[in-house]
């Protein structure tokens, strides 16, 4: 027995006894604190889209768990060695991609104090200070959005953090779903129909998908280059009558202020009339652009919200707040709760039964849910409104100098308006005649970026709308300045001139 307790001591001698002794915690944090500092120091240095090939990890790691504890060192290395090569960057200064995931110092402090306090905040007896301070954030971004009050705790309706808009699509759906059914009978759930448009996130589809409603009631209404790809009311009101005229029930409306492809804007107060005139729920997806709306110049972009009946965006995007981190306001708390409560003997307790409280749980799918709201706390006092305000300003100003730059290059075009930070543009073949060979140039197009992308030295995405394949170039990285911008215009002319020739304007010098 002595020689076997020895055995352990000898086997554990790399790590305490406690796994979670302070000191060593203390010790191993700042370990860590450094290696991800010099991590963002040097981050320019790694090609920005991960260049590995499939399976590349399972080659370079063992086959099995280690039996014995390894030091924080050794495993710092490998993920230096192995780990930071598979990594796409979305903390680059030259990532461009998709939109963008902003960190901050601040929301990676919240999360450290999230993580490090480590409570499950379900239900307001959990952890107090967990759902209070929820609420109080969530109005006061409410409040810098100027959500009108209905929205606001103070106005009988109020916020929830989720993880994703995913989820606050799957959240809103049930709650409207639920609404209907329990006043019409649970089997005329096939007769739900659920309303987007062909540029609404798929995240809705798959809402849709969850929730039970039948995939041939699920419509993608088609918008227009005249209308900026926004939905149209008039093309709403005719989808929803053909409904009504085959018998089916129009439920759920999701209105898009940014969608992914384009960031086109759905012009909110015409629809919610329409949404309004036949019963049906409006939910605004502004994942992406509702951050800037913090901004007076762009708070425009939601009027009408006030005729919704819920409304998100993704901190997590372009606020500073690290993932995952979806604001969710709704004006009916009341509906979230009736489709998504449970309330179990165990759960049970005095605060809940007094009705003076909020229980998060009953907002949401899952049961856990972390300390979110501590990330999104330090965001908003570490910087304040005005420096919030300015950090999207400088982002939407890069992009109008990288639209400039397209504009002095005649190989190039803007293929939809620019509204926020992001930039829609192609490549034009040299032949004149070869512009209307659609399939030609969106060809030329794909080659391009990917050929940029392959390069390691920016990254960026596409996406087809109207059937034309357009290069998206989304500044919003927190690390992201002008000499970036410009970096990212030369290797996008670099490539242009391997395709088609150099440039005759000599624009490349800034």
């Known amino acids: 027995m002595g020689s076997l307790h020895a055995d352990v001591l000898e086997n554990n001698s790399a790590c305490p006894l406690n796994p979670l002794d302070p000191e060593e915690f203390r010790r191993q944090g700042h370990v860590m604190i450094d290696f991800l500092a010099d991590y963002y120091r040097d981050i320019e240095k790694y090609p920005v889209r991960s260049q590995v090939d499939p399976g590349y990890l399972r080659k370079r790691l063992p086959d099995s768990a280690p039996y014995n504890p390894e030091?924080?060192?050794s495993i710092l290395q490998d993920v230096q060695s192995h780990i930071v090569p598979g990594i796409t960057h979305w903390q680059s200064p030259n990532y461009f991609a998709y939109f963008p995931s902003s960190g901050s110092t601040a929301g990676f402090l919240g999360e450290m104090l999230s993580t490090g306090f480590n409570v499950v905040g379900f239900n307001w007896m959990s952890s107090p200070a967990a759902t209070e301070l929820e609420s109080i954030v969530m109005d006061w971004l409410g409040k810098m959005l100027k959500l009108p009050k209905s929205f606001l705790f103070s106005g009988n309706g109020g916020g929830v953090l989720q993880g994703t808009t995913c989820e606050a699509i799957l959240c809103t759906l049930t709650a409207a779903r639920d609404r209907v059914l329990n006043k019409i009978g649970r089997e005329a759930i096939g007769r739900l129909v659920v309303y987007g448009s062909?540029?609404?996130?798929?995240?809705?589809?798959?809402?849709?998908?969850?929730?039970?409603?039948n995939p041939a009631n699920f419509r993608a209404i088609n918008t227009k280059k005249s209308d900026?790809?926004?939905?149209?009311?008039?093309?709403?009101?005719?989808?929803?009558?053909?409904?009504?005229?085959?018998?089916?029930?129009?439920l759920f409306l999701c209105a898009t202020v940014g969608t992914t492809s384009s960031t086109a804007v759905d012009p909110l107060a015409p629809l919610c009339e329409v949404a309004q005139e036949y019963g049906i729920w409006v939910h605004v997806d502004a994942a992406y652009a509702g951050s800037a709306c913090i901004c007076p110049e762009f708070r425009h972009f939601i009027d009408g919200v006030e005729n919704a009946d819920s409304f998100s965006l993704n901190a997590h995007k372009w606020f500073f707040t690290t993932l995952d981190c979806c604001c969710l306001w709704v004006k009916d708390p009341s509906s979230l709760v009736k489709a998504l409560s449970t309330n179990p003997e165990y759960l049970r307790n005095k605060a809940t039964e007094s009705r003076q409280v909020v229980d998060y749980k009953d907002w949401q799918?899952?049961?856990?849910?972390?300390?979110?709201?501590?990330?999104?706390?330090?965001?908003?006092?570490?910087?304040?409104?005005?420096?919030?305000?300015?950090?999207l300003r400088t982002h939407v100003k890069m992009a109008k100098h990288f639209e400039g730059l397209i504009a002095m290059d005649k190989r190039f075009e803007i293929v939809v308006p620019r509204t926020f930070a992001m930039v829609c543009f192609r490549l034009l073949p040299a032949s004149s005649a070869a512009v209307d060979d659609l399939e030609a140039?969106?060809?030329?197009?794909?080659?391009?970026?990917?050929?940029?992308?392959?390069?390691?030295?920016?990254?960026?995405?596409?996406?087809?709308?109207?059937?034309?394949?357009?290069?998206?170039?989304?500044?919003?990285?927190?690390?992201?300045?002008?000499r970036h911008v410009n970096f990212a215009w030369k290797v996008v002319q670099d490539h242009a001139d391997a395709l088609l020739g150099p440039t005759s304007n000599g624009v490349h010098s800034f």
């Open 441 to 482: 140039v969106n060809e030329l197009n794909g080659k391009l970026m990917e050929a940029i992308n392959a390069s390691g030295r920016i990254y960026m995405t596409h996406s087809v709308v109207g059937g034309v394949y357009m290069i998206r170039f989304a500044v919003g990285a927190t690390l992201t300045e002008d």
């Open 228 to 250: 900026n790809f926004g939905m149209s009311s008039a093309s709403l009101r005719a989808a929803v009558e053909s409904d009504l005229e085959m018998g089916l029930i129009p």
């Open 365 to 391: 799918i899952a049961l856990s849910r972390r300390f979110r709201a501590l990330k999104l706390w330090l965001v908003l006092r570490s910087y304040g409104v005005s420096n919030l305000r300015n950090f």
């Open 71 to 73: 030091p924080i060192e």
């Open 198 to 213: 062909d540029q609404t996130h798929c995240a809705l589809q798959k809402a849709a998908q969850i929730a039970g409603i």
